[in-house]
């Protein structure tokens, strides 16, 4: 999930509306203005992605060996690119280097992935004797230059920059069944190998070390010779961990934290050690005020500083929100509403007197947010404010850009003021509601749409949404002062304001906006690109620009259903694209599969069936057996095909899909189910035994074979045999891989309750098992919600919805059409109106998307489907419901698919 949310967070270096390919991104010509006046006329540049490559023309890349990292802080990099590229100008050897310092920053910060992390040059020597040659000059010509530690690579010998590791020179890579690519190495004997980007150096086993003596740090647990020993990790990040350890003097348990040396570099020229020897002064200076973790050492061991602090029991507020809000529950009392607020009341009082001790002491916190606050007690409320390095003493620092997006506002080349923390305790506030502060910078209007709605549904008093509104004014001089904020709360009462009955959302409105969002969506279509068409989840551009999910495959199906047609234009830019299956997968939701059954529905035959007959051959159709990537969706997509032209070699092919599903099943106490390609088995529909039961349902029903829907219901009964329950009555979905140590509960229709619950529903429609329908009311209240942290169709509300319609339609119960049109309000929330239409954020609400399984399309789909309730509409989201119908070997689907 770290790695998730690091995708999002360095895209909005990129300055665009939608989230954006990294070869769009503008560099400065500082870099560019030091190779161009030297670059030999022999030599080409070619600008791909982050990087710039430097190679002569017409030069032939190994396809792998020991390869040369150069590292460099910022205030360096135009120097070092310069000694480095005039010797290997010389040398005739060729490299990469990143497009400007803006990104060379970057990559010594927290944003950058750590196995990417410092590597501002690297340099592909032909030959090991070539690699050995200028390795060494390269450390002599540098020596005087600093840069951070490249944790994937070996230090070569006592320099501070250059780095080695044995990796690919000339990017091969396999497909992989998401759709992205994965780096192999080759070895003597001709077998694949991945090439292990980990953050520690890994050769391959064929390869020795040519310096064999080159050790540089040391991978023993304690610190400080042997005073701390490290027993866990919280977190890691370029510039250092976290980590719980014990002080083997006085065996308590103590927080450790670890700054790496010139990582993180702001634009002043300070990295991590200077900010984490700040925090200890900032600790020191607070701690008998007790507001945050006493500091208890500072030290240098090996080239790494540490601050040992120490350890707060408590969760932050972030966790605290997700285990306490009442709005994870579809109906809750006033009971709960009370209890939930009054704890927030004492929570912000507690924050307000931390914050005004802060202010007393003349610091300005500058980096306020639910990650940054520990609550040590739920019942009374005690909060402690860590990760203080971002502070500002008044007089004594200088002031850093370092902030968390959607809880502050300040000016970053102004100094911080203490308006400008009273302003991120609004945020908190509003966040411990639903920590949506992401859309705030999109749209800042919505922070008031927001707390309306969360006022209405809490029974929030008046009094504590003036004082939200108070926090978070636009002009910081009528902000109160966190002493003000502190008598503000000691004198409210926290009285429940009744509960107003819903309003729907009428036809007209919903109809609205979904004509406003196939407006927006067509508007930005862009036929001029190759890489997308529609403005879609920033993965978009690591997979296929067509996939269901996220490419023009999804949103074509979602104008097609809408509008009931695909415009040309946009099958034409479809037909237009690479299909073969050395660049796309086989997969239902992320490949070919999901392609051919759009192109299908829009009418188009002779390519449809063409790209289906290509996936018979494809190398990963076997890899695995899930619904998302699998053996399962490309099984839905023949059935389809089947029903749609009446040949009979779909229906073989769909057959033979269901025996390799038997043939593959994983036996357990429970049921049955299947491991991936990497060995490993999910929970969920997209990944998990749910998905491939709901298959074996459809293929038990056109082939009228009861054996594939007995191992259906032993793969349903293995997803149902690890439900989790929130409380009695109420039953959710773990999230993620069958063997992970801890599992999440998750609501949503990729990973969570509202995927499995959609197949159960179905089970119990076809078989009218009495079990089934009992687990399945407790299973959906966990979808029966009017919030979520995104507004999506596979992780977000528009997924919940969806359910609740089906729900209905299965049970003929008005509550669940109730609970869609509750979700389809929260939906409502995120809407976005812009010129040229409307619009949604894509996940993590940064930036706009409108792809299918983050974005517009699927919201839109949701959104239609619940306007035309009483038609009883199918199941947009590729299902084969016409099966489950009476008389489904004559009736057409009622989505306005058409016989081919």
């Known amino acids: 999930m770290k790695q998730e949310f690091l995708r999002y967070q360095l895209n909005r270096v990129i300055k665009s509306e939608y989230y954006e390919s990294f070869d769009r991104y503008i560099p400065t010509h500082e870099l560019m203005a030091v190779i161009h006046p030297m670059l030999p006329s022999e030599w080409v540049t070619r600008q791909s992605n982050v990087w710039c490559y430097v190679t002569p023309f017409g030069y032939k890349q190994p396809r792998q060996g020991w390869k040369i990292h150069i590292s460099s802080i910022p205030q360096h990099c135009c120097e070092v690119l310069q000694v480095v590229a005039d010797m290997l100008f010389a040398e005739g050897i060729p490299f990469k280097f990143l497009r400007d310092t803006r990104l060379a920053r970057l990559s010594g910060g927290k944003m950058w992935r750590r196995e990417a992390g410092g590597k501002f040059i690297t340099i592909y020597p032909k030959n090991e004797d070539i690699f050995t040659s200028i390795i060494e000059q390269l450390r002599q010509a540098l020596q005087l230059y600093k840069g951070p530690y490249i944790l994937t690579d070996r230090r070569y010998k006592d320099s501070s920059t250059v780095y080695y590791r044995y990796g690919g020179f000339d990017g091969f890579s396999l497909l992989t069944p998401m759709g992205d690519r994965r780096h192999y190495l080759v070895s003597p004997e001709g077998d694949y190998h991945p090439d292990m980007r980990m953050p520690y150096f890994t050769p391959p086993p064929w390869v020795d070390d040519p310096f064999p003596d080159n050790e540089d740090s040391s991978d023993s647990p304690y610190l400080k010779d042997g005073r701390y020993r490290i027993d866990s990790a919280l977190s890691f990040s370029m510039h250092g961990g976290v980590y719980i350890a014990t002080d083997m003097t006085t065996n308590q348990e103590v927080i450790v934290k670890e700054a790496r040396p010139y990582t993180q570099v702001d634009e002043q020229g300070h990295d991590a050690v200077y900010r984490l020897r700040k925090e200890y002064d900032i600790l020191r200076l607070l701690s008998e005020a007790k507001v945050a973790p006493q500091p208890l050492d500072l030290f240098q061991d090996w080239e790494h500083t540490f601050l040992v602090e120490e350890f707060i029991t408590g969760i932050p507020l972030n966790r605290f929100f997700v285990t306490h809000t009442p709005l994870m529950y579809g109906d809750p009392s006033d009971e709960m509403k009370h209890h939930y607020l009054c704890t927030l009341k004492k929570i912000w009082m507690s924050l307000a007197l931390c914050v005004a001790k802060c202010h007393e002491h003349n610091l300005v ?29 008044n007089g004594t620092d200088r002031y850093s850009s370092i902030f968390t997006p959607g809880y502050s506002t300040r000016d970053v080349n102004q100094a911080p003021r203490f308006e400008d923390d009273i302003y991120s305790l609004g945020a908190i506030m509003l966040a411990l509601l639903l920590p949506v502060n992401s859309i705030y910078e999109l749209d800042p209007s919505k922070k008031d749409t927001f707390l309306e709605a969360f006022a209405m549904d809490l029974g929030m008093p008046t009094g504590m949404q003036h004082l939200i509104r108070s926090c978070i004014h636009p002009d910081p001089s009528t902000r109160p002062t966190a002493q003000n904020i502190v008598e503000c709360l000691k004198n409210l009462q926290i009285e429940i304001v009744p509960e107003q009955p819903l309003v729907r959302i009428t ?167 299947w491991l991936d390609a990497e060995g490993e088995a999910w929970y969920g529909l997209a990944n998990g035994s749910s998905g491939v039961a709901l298959y074996l349902l459809y293929l038990s029903i056109a082939t009228n074979d009861s054996s594939y829907l007995k191992a259906g219901e032993q793969a349903l009964a293995f997803e149902l045999g690890h439900l989790g329950e929130i409380e009695e009555g109420h039953l959710s979905v773990p999230r993620g891989k069958v063997d ?132 009883k509409l199918n199941n947009f989201n590729f299902t084969l419901d016409y099966l489950l119908e009476p008389d489904s070997k004559t009736h057409l689907c009622k989505d306005s698919s058409v016989m081919v």
């Open 365 to 393: 916190c500058c980096d306020l947010s639910i990650t940054n606050v520990i609550l040590r007690d739920v019942e009374e409320g005690c909060v402690t404010l860590i990760d203080m390095e971002s502070g500002f003493r």
């Open 507 to 673: 036809e007209e409105q919903l109809l609205d906006t979904i004509d406003g969002m196939v407006r927006y969506v067509m508007h930005n279509a862009d036929y001029y690109r190759t890489d997308r068409l529609f403005p879609g989840d920033p993965i978009l551009f690591q997979l296929n620009p067509l996939s269901i999910a996220h490419g023009a495959a999804g949103v074509a199906h979602s104008l097609r259903i809408i509008t009931g047609e695909v415009p040309k234009p946009v099958l034409s830019w479809m037909l237009a694209r690479t299909m073969s299956i050395e660049h796309i997968p086989p997969g239902l939701f992320t490949g070919t599969s999901g392609i051919a059954w759009v192109l299908l529905d829009a009418g188009l035959r002779e390519p449809a069936e063409r790209l289906m007959h290509n996936i018979q051959e494809h190398p990963m159709l076997w890899q695995s057996a899930n619904l998302f990537t699998g053996a399962s969706g490309y099984g839905m997509a023949c059935l389809h095909f089947y029903r749609a032209t009446k040949d009979d070699h779909w229906l073989q092919q769909a057959i033979r899909v269901g025996d390799y599903i038997l043939a593959s099943k994983q036996d357990a106490q429970e049921g049955s189910y």
């Open 740 to 871: 992970a140590p801890d599992h999440v509960l998750s609501h949503y229709w990729q990973d969570g309750s509202a995927g499995v619950a959609s197949v159960l529903v179905r089970y119990w429609a076809h078989t009218a098992k009495s079990p089934y329908y009992h687990v399945l009311t407790r299973l959906a209240k966990d979808t029966c919600k009017k919030y979520t942290n995104f507004p999506c169709l596979f992780k977000g509300l528009s997924g919940l919805g969806n359910l609740l319609i089906d729900m209905y339609q299965f049970t003929n119960d008005e509550h669940y059409l109730e609970a869609a049109h509750r979700a389809a309000s929260g939906v409502m929330l995120y809407r976005l109106e812009r010129p040229n239409g409307i619009a949604f954020p894509g996940e993590q609400l940064m930036k706009i998307s409108t792809d299918y399984a983050t974005g517009s399309a699927g919201v839109a789909l949701f959104l239609h489907r619940l306007a035309h309730s009483e038609q």
